[in-house]
């Protein structure tokens, strides 16, 4: 598997979790929402999360929906 920033960050900032995103990620065909949200600091931004599922999997966050839609792709 070719490493990328997003795997590598995912990894650092979320180990616990780690598998279960890279196995997500490699879904073909996966569907994610792109929306408003705030971080665990209060901060607003645009998440990635992985569309139906409960409790929401958070993919990653950027500070625009540009951003975000770049990673998507």
Known sequence: ???TTWDLEFK???????????ELAATTGLVVDVE???TVLGDA???ILVADRTPAFWMDHKPS???AEALCK
Request: one cysteine or more; charged letters at 30%; a positive charge.
């Open 45 to 47: 931004c645009v998440a």
């Open 1 to 3: 598997m070719a490493r």
């Open 12 to 22: 650092a900032d979320s180990p616990a979790s780690y598998a279960e995103a890279i």
């Open 36 to 38: 408003r949200e705030t």
């Open 65 to 67: 929906r540009k951003a």
